[in-house]
């Protein structure tokens, strides 16, 4: 629909959730799937293969949830595992890649980390997962922890690269900076403030577009500028 070639009819939303956790395959299963709904999920590729629960968490509270330890998180987080990837792909969702170890983008300096954590993260995904790997987020969202190197490593890869900035995607966008509205997990972890969906609906109304739009017009510059 972005590019152009469907066109828009009427209102349609996208679900995507990041990051892995396997709160996400029993959302697909008890609320998605009854309901019809297919979303696409983002993997972070060196998260998945780890089987011992510790590390896992470990890998979350320090790379997702910096400052934070994993003894601090929900007893129940944890991360999804290849044969959950593999059962979503069978109920007809979607993975899509979110880096190999959750690294900022921004904060990653050479060519070759830029390739490790997009590129053969990606390809990780499809050799194991057999099915081709076309859409990557970037991590944390916003602007600042992405970079224009990364970007254009990225589009090298990917048909289609999801932001953390606000806002609606019209016809004419660019598949490399679709915008995305960020809803929080009800869960008793307090570092992060879970919206009322009240408030929800207003940001997807376009109530916050407003303060996003200098990020968005900078990440439209940089796939301009490519
Ligand atoms: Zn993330």
Not at 70 to 78: R, T, Y
Not at 139 to 150: D, I, P
Request: net charge negative; proline share 4%.
């Amino acid at each position: 629909m972005v590019s152009g070639k469907e066109p828009i009819h009427g209102r349609n939303l996208l679900l995507t959730f990041d990051d892995g956790f396997t709160s996400n395959r029993v959302v697909a299963e008890e609320v998605l799937n009854p309901m019809g709904i297919q979303a696409l999920f983002f993997a972070v590729s060196g998260l998945v293969g780890i089987t011992d629960r510790l590390e896992a968490r470990r890998l979350i509270a320090e790379r997702i949830y910096p400052g934070t330890r994993a003894e601090e998180l929900p007893a129940h987080w944890g991360n999804m595992g290849w044969g959950d990837l593999e059962a979503l792909l069978e109920q007809g969702h979607a993975i899509g890649c979110h880096t190999g170890t959750h690294a900022r983008l921004s904060g990653v300096d050479s060519p070759d980390g830029l390739e490790r954590e997009i590129t053969s993260s990606a390809d990780t995904l499809e050799q194991r997962l057999g099915v081709s790997i076309d859409h990557f987020s970037y991590t944390f969202g916003n602007l600042a922890s992405f970079s224009e190197e990364a970007l254009a490593v990225a589009r090298r890869r990917f048909r289609f690269i999801y932001s953390g900035l606000r806002g609606d995607n019209a016809q004419g966008g660019s598949p490399f900076a679709l915008r995305r509205d960020s809803a929080e997990f009800q869960d008793e972890f307090s570092n992060y403030t879970v919206f009322p969906n009240k408030l929800l609906g207003a940001f997807l109304e376009g109530a916050a577009d407003a303060h996003y739009a200098p990020s968005r017009a900078r990440l439209d510059a940089w796939n301009l500028r490519e």
